[in-house]
Each structure stands twice: as C-alpha cells, then as structure tokens.
C-alpha cells in the first residue's frame, strides 16, 4: 500500500469500525495515486466480492459493510480534491459500474 493512502486512513477519526486491511493491504504501491481512486477500486472489490456469494451468508455481510465503509472514505477523500464534485461523479460512476 502507498504510505500516503496508510497514512491518510491513518488520519480518520474515527476510525473504521469495520477491518479493512484485508482490502487495504492490495491497495496499489503507487504512491501518486490519488486515495479516492485506491479507496474507490477496494470499495469495488469488496463490493463483488459481496455479490459473489448471494444469499444469507456472513462474509458476505462483512464483505458489504468493507464495501461501505471503503466508498464512504473515497467520498470523504473527494471532498479534498481540487474538483470535488467531478471526483464524486467519478466514484459514483466507478462504483456502480457492472
């Protein structure tokens, strides 16, 4: 994972109640990436893998509230971007993609 996205997680408060590095630790190690794409692409990831296993099945569950949580902080990292609103779009558009 690129320190800077560590590091920005790092900084949230309060922290995630729900165990992310299970996504986390796959981020990208490009440092230059910006947090709302990393955090976007594991929210998604989370996400089908969420999808994968249909029905009433308890990873799924953890898998969707990763999910949440993941798209919650790119929201949270688009509010600092130079244009937030096209970055929100993008996530909206990234995350719902099939």
């Known amino acids: 994972m690129s320190a800077r996205l560590e590091d920005w997680l790092a900084e949230r408060?309060?922290?995630s109640s729900v165990p992310l590095?299970?996504?986390t630790?796959?981020?990208?190690?490009?440092p230059g990436q910006p947090p709302v794409r990393s955090l976007t692409s594991m929210g998604?990831?989370?996400?089908?893998?969420?999808?994968?296993?249909?029905?009433r099945v308890r990873e799924s569950a953890f898998e969707l509230l990763a999910a949440d949580a993941l798209i919650t902080?790119?929201?949270?990292?688009?509010?600092?971007?130079?244009?937030?609103?096209a970055s929100?779009?993008?996530?909206?558009r990234s995350a719902s993609a099939r």
């Open 73 to 85: 902080y790119a929201c949270e990292a688009a509010l600092e971007a130079d244009d937030p609103e």
């Open 13 to 15: 408060q309060p922290p």
């Open 88 to 92: 929100l779009t993008w996530i909206l």
């Open 44 to 55: 998604r990831q989370a996400l089908e893998a969420a999808l994968a296993r249909p029905g």
């Open 25 to 30: 630790s796959r981020a990208p190690s490009d």
């Open 21 to 23: 590095a299970r996504w």
